[in-house]
């Protein structure tokens, strides 16, 4: 291939990427207003409904769209093939804002987060996001009732038999043996998405009183 041949060449594979960002930068942002118009539809649709309970689900629903429209906009633009990777610090820390944006309003509750600097695959990414957001939601549903205070820490960090994400509480605690609160799809949801990663799971008292919740999965190779 001659200097011009290969020149021409690279123009083209320049213009190629180029084009491939601006597709994919587009994408995004599509899916992000239809997102908000899904959560406009069901805000809207709550407002109208009488029952409690299904209000309840609904705004539930808006939560955890939210949820994923946060994500989308943290890890689109980071997801540059199968083996990317975002770093876990970085990750938490963005996630903490985003929570506290969504979720927190007035509250006088205190999210502490405190993560290392580990590599995590975006592609396990979007599911440990929103297990964090569903545990969130428990915390300030049920941990904290009667605009109570308190303080919810986050910890990410990296151990030999892999990543442990732990949300601990100083709320009123969890009975383990008492049936489950609300509908238990936040729950559900938890577990299959921990499925998603190939981790475990688990939940009780603290040590110190308030709830602990505790995750585990493999570190990438």
């Not at 994919?24 to 899916?31: D, F, G, M, N, P």
């Not at 577990?191 to 110190?208: E, T």
Request: with cysteine; charged share 20%.
């Amino acid at each position: 291939m001659s200097a011009t041949e290969q020149t021409c060449y690279a123009d083209e594979m320049d213009t190629s990427i180029a084009d491939l960002e601006t597709a994919l930068a587009e994408s995004v942002h599509r899916a992000r207003n239809d997102l908000q118009a899904v959560v406009s539809m069901l805000r809207l649709q709550a407002r109208a409904v009488a029952d409690p309970a299904a209000r309840e689900a609904l705004y539930d629903a808006v939560n955890r769209i939210q949820a994923l429209a946060h994500l989308n906009a943290r890890l689109d633009g980071r997801a540059i093939g199968p083996k990317s990777v975002i770093d876990g610090l970085v990750f938490f820390e963005g996630l903490g804002m985003d929570i506290r944006s969504m979720h927190f309003g007035q509250r006088p509750i205190e999210l502490i987060i405190e993560a290392q600097r580990r590599p995590i695959p975006t592609i396990q990414a979007k599911p440990l996001g929103l297990i964090l957001n569903e545990l969130m939601l428990n915390a300030l549903k049920y941990a904290f009732p009667e605009d109570r205070s308190g303080e919810v820490k986050v910890e990410f960090v990296g151990r030999k038999s892999g990543y442990v994400l732990s949300v601990k509480d100083n709320g009123v605690g969890i009975d383990i043996s008492a049936p489950p609160r609300g509908t238990g799809i936040g729950m559900r949801m938890i577990k299959a998405l921990v499925v998603q990663v190939g981790g475990s799971f688990n939940i009780g008292p603290g040590a110190r009183g308030g709830t602990q919740c505790v995750m585990q999965w493999p570190a990438p190779a």
